[in-house]
């Protein structure tokens, strides 16, 4: 399998746009009384179910490689969306989301430190521009920001979804999408059970398993299992810092889809946050230099 920059960069914003939508789902989830580590645990099974039925002819095939490759995606995948979570308890959402969005900065150095690839200028730019935007998206200014637990632990998070975005855009993809892909829903099951198991147990029987069960469905086999293997596959054909802006818009389309849905009203930071957001992604996909010097032969 081979695919363009362009392909792989539209596949991750397909990603974005159902993990936006997935806000929705989850909404509904916690509403009916469900936590995170439940939540995890039966998305993950049903993603690592599909992923096998699927691709079970790759995935019978699976090496130690594959299973430490997977295993250690795995592991940090579950701890960024964990922490991030128990984070969201202690702060508010908007604080929340912004500083979520802070591991769009944080994948470049992480890849010029471990791999000593420098990102392209216009990166930088593209960061800032981003980062402007979700301070509109998420009206920081307007609402106030201080600093307490909650904030630090989203803080930690965005360095695992840094860790993670570089590791499934570096490393793994010496494994084969689909075994990662399968593994990737054995973790998130696994520890989503053991981690529920622990320390959720005692919040059973106050679900609403009626109301809460199908969205839950809805998230394991839309954005667990169609999600997730698109950002598998398109991360190994574009480069770590472009698909972290692409993946952050997450937030802005989170935003829209709750103004279709009724959930919050259109703002006029939502607009100024999401134009500026999308000029990011279009300094990080147009090619200036081809644009402007078409016959210069880099």
Known sequence: MQLSKTKANFMLLVAAIIWG????????ATNAGMHAGTINAIRGLIYAALAYLFFHKAINKMTKVDLRIGLTAGL??????????????????????????IYVVIIPFIVWIFFHKRPEPKSYLAILICMVGMIFLTNIIGQGF???????????????????????????????????????????????????????????????????????????????????????????FTDP??????????????????????FEPFTENLFIGGVLIIIALLIMQLNFRKMWFPHHKV
């Open 76 to 101: 940090i995948n579950f701890l960024g969306y964990q922490i991030q979570t128990i984070g969201l308890m202690y702060t508010t959402p908007a604080n929340n989301a912004f500083l979520t969005a």
């Open 241 to 262: 810092t472009p698909a972290g802006i692409i993946l952050m818009t997450e937030s802005m389309f989170g935003s829209i889809f709750s103004v279709v849905f009724g």
């Open 21 to 28: 939508s997935g806000y929705l789902f989850s909404k509904q």
């Open 146 to 236: 201080s600093i307490h637990i909650g904030d630090l632990l989203t803080i930690l998070s965005a360095l695992f979804y840094a860790l993670q975005i570089v590791y499934f855009g570096m490393t793994a993809t010496d494994s084969n999408p689909w075994i990662l892909s399968f593994m990737l829903g054995v973790t998130q099951g696994g520890f989503g059970l053991i981690w529920s198991l622990l320390f959720e147990h005692g919040t059973y029987a106050i679900v609403d398993w009626k109301a809460g069960i199908w969205p839950v469905v809805i998230l394991g086999i839309i954005s667990s299992f169609g999600a997730q293997t698109l950002q598998v596959v398109g991360q190994r």
